[in-house]
């Protein structure tokens, strides 16, 4: 029955998409196939009265998981988050869909599901699960199946899943039946799309009016905060510090890599089997890849491998091993090749003024090292903390007098001043190159000790709760960098950071001061402290207080504007004698439409849109307070759509277009009804 194991096979990313595409956990829920055994009731939401089984949630998020990830995508702990949260919501929604299904009586009989099983317009699944490879269905094959015993168990719930999907198409259509598209709708969109006119206009431009003309008082900006209250309204929020602890090869990691290495350095320098040798590392799990000859310049490499390897290139002469990119490495030189041009490796210090850099030159030849005084003097932030290292470069990548120092420099020694359009440099060149290696490279990845990472974020929470210490004390403590974030109630991950969902659940408990145990970050771990926590509400006026006094000048701005155009425009007989009176100029508006409500000189302004198709072509508006200045227009022409333009193929999709909007519409507002009403339990901070 090679048709039915396939079938098994793929179920799994079927009914996903299938649950995606229909809003369909339901399936999963009401089929009491992720009931666990023994374990009793565990409840991951109450939705009326009734409860959703946690196991049921768990299956779905893993069903999802296992379609990202059948797609290559790996699954980060912050994907992860987004898929629990979009799970929970759509098992909510379906068990009020399901209620309601229940309540209006929504049923499907059997006789129906024969039909959508054998009939002549078969459901999608079965379609899908039982092809023929030309687009019908192989009823032989699904006969065989749905009288088989021994799959008779597969074919009832396929049965199942038909008639839930049917269900659902029912609510759908009895929703949908609600919503009518008359012809005067489709008459009056067709008209909004293809209206269009032109316009003049006299414009106020609220940044126009300085501020000194406005009178402003502190009582003033206090009352207004209270009209516009509403606006500073915030939800509940936490603060949180937190320490990354990244999954990085320690000192002592690395340490043990070169060590490793430095035994295979010796043996691999005595080969005359490069291949061989290579390849017996490979098969044993100590390299990355196999025997694999390469030509590489030195600006192909990290800079450390690659001053390592160009030190000498003598055949047979093995370079290394070093650290680079998280890899320890050895290259054996089989030879050379010529080059494009000369590379060298430098080191700078760029500093504003020739009298620094020649105080510093002192210094370096006293002694004090060069990439002491780089950190501590150079102005170049890129490479500062590196001790001023550029890394290595070819001809053609500095500045022509940097380049000519440094090609020219000796290896070793510190040239300059050298004065660029950047400042003054002084310049050491660390390495030089001339030809590119042909070489046979070892490489492996350092492996990370992660027992030595989990034991140091287990110690970070242990000792800082132990001394009674703050995480950000006992992280300084530690010689860890801790970060401060604000979150809020809605907020499903922590900004910053590739968190799982565990970190964002316990920040919601709330509970301030209480350090959490070590999560996982995929690239690492954290450890989270909740110090404060700031109930839903309003932001204070002495917070908010310069914000509301800027709205409440552009407000002042606003009102301004339109008295000028409104005593303006009672004696002004005509648009242009309106510009003189308030010092302005008659703009123009070529190309007004519903669909693009963008007036050159205002910008976005749907309110000029409407006004201009209101108006009759010569007559004037009164003043209109828009979103950047105040205005009156005058229509100067207008091209109205004739909707007995329309063709039968243009009225039909617009009908489809509009009724599938309504539709929606009307879906969405009424699962949102049926939210408000209910009465939801969520138990996830409980259970997760």
Do not use: C
């Not at 006992?474 to 565990?502: C, K, N």
């Not at 004698?577 to 669909?595: E, H, N, R």
Request: charged share 25%; glycine share 8%.
């Amino acid at each position: 029955m090679g048709v039915m194991n396939k079938m098994r096979e793929s179920t799994k990313y079927v009914l996903w998409i299938l649950v995606i595409s229909f809003g369909g956990l339901w399936m999963l829920q009401d089929s009491g196939v992720f009931d666990t055994i023994g374990l009793g009731p565990r409840h991951l939401a109450v939705v009326n009265g009734e409860p959703i089984a946690f196991d049921v949630y768990n299956g779905a998020v893993q069903r999802q998981v296992e379609a990202y990830e059948a797609q290559g995508q790996e699954v980060s702990p912050q994907l992860r988050a987004f898929i629990e949260e979009q799970v929970y919501d759509a098992l909510i929604d379906n068990a009020l869909r399901t209620q309601e299904m229940d309540r209006l009586g929504v049923a499907v009989s059997d006789a129906e599901v024969a039909d959508l099983l054998y009939g002549d317009t078969p459901d999608i699944l079965i379609r899908q699960y039982f092809p023929d490879g030309q687009g019908g269905v192989d009823r032989a094959t699904l006969r065989q199946i749905s009288e088989d015993p021994q799959y008779r168990a597969d074919f009832i719930g396929i049965q199942e899943d038909v008639r839930l999907r049917r269900r659902q198409a029912k609510l759908d259509a009895l929703i949908g039946a609600t919503v009518r598209v008359s012809e005067a709708d489709v008459n009056a969109e067709y008209v909004r799309r293809n209206q269009s006119g032109a316009a003049r206009f006299v414009a106020l431009r609220y940044a126009d009016i300085p501020d000194s003309d406005v009178e402003v008082s502190d009582r003033d900006v206090e009352a207004y905060y209270r009209e516009i209250r509403d606006d500073f309204r915030i939800d509940k929020t936490f603060d949180v510090t937190y320490v990354p602890i990244a999954l990085a090869p320690s000192a002592e990691d690395s340490a043990r890599a070169l060590a490793d290495f430095r035994e295979i350095a010796t043996d691999f320098a005595g080969t005359s089997n490069d291949s061989i040798f290579a390849a017996n590392l490979f098969a044993d799990n100590i390299l990355i890849a196999g025997y694999a000859l390469d030509t590489l310049s030195a600006t192909d490499l990290p800079a450390d491998a690659a001053t390592a390897l160009f030190r000498d290139l003598a055949p047979g002469t093995v370079a290394g091993p070093v650290i680079a990119d998280g890899e320890v490495r050895l290259y054996k030189v089989t030879g050379t090749a010529p080059a494009d041009g000369p590379m060298v490796r430098a080191r700078h210090i760029l500093v504003e003024e020739e009298t620094t850099a020649q105080n510093l030159l002192a210094q370096l030849e006293a002694g004090v090292a060069f990439a002491t005084l780089a950190a501590q003097h150079s102005t170049d932030t890129s490479n500062k903390d590196r001790g001023g290292d550029l890394g290595w470069f070819g001809e053609g990548r500095m500045v022509p007098e940097f380049q000519e120092a440094s090609f020219s420099a000796p290896v070793g020694e510190v040239v300059g001043p050298v004065q660029t359009q950047f400042g003054y440099h002084l310049i050491r060149v660390e390495a030089r190159a001339t030809q590119n290696a042909v070489v046979v490279p070892l490489r492996n990845e350092v492996v990370v000790d992660f027992n030595g990472i989990q034991d140091q974020a287990e110690d970070l929470q242990f000792f800082a709760e132990d001394a009674g210490r703050s995480l950000a004390e006992q992280a300084e403590q530690d010689g860890l960098t801790s970060r401060t974030v604000t979150i809020t109630e809605e907020q499903t991950t922590i900004p910053g950071l590739d968190a799982d969902a565990d970190a964002v659940r316990f920040i919601k408990r709330g509970m301030v001061d209480t350090i959490s145990q070590p999560f996982n970050t995929g690239d690492g771990l954290v450890v989270v402290e909740v110090t404060g926590v700031t109930e839903a509400g309003f932001r204070p006026f002495d917070e908010v207080q310069e914000q509301v006094r800027r709205r409440y000048l552009t407000a002042q701005k606003q009102a301004m504007a339109a008295r000028r155009l409104e005593a303006g425009a009672e004696s002004a007989a005509s648009l242009d004698a309106l510009a003189t009176a308030v010092g302005g100029t008659v703009q123009t508006a070529p190309s007004v439409t519903y669909t693009n409500p963008t007036i050159p000189g205002l910008g976005r302004e749907p309110q000029f849109v409407g006004a201009a198709f209101g108006l009759a072509t010569g007559s004037r508006s009164g003043v209109i307070e828009g979103q950047t200045a105040a205005y009156v227009l005058e229509t100067t022409s207008m091209n109205v759509a004739d909707p007995s333009a329309m063709t039968a193929e243009e009225r039909q999709q617009i009908r489809e277009q509009l009724l599938n909007q309504k539709r929606q519409q009307v879906r969405q507002q009424w699962m949102e009804r049926l939210r408000d009403d209910a009465s939801i339990t969520d138990n996830r901070g409980l259970l997760l």
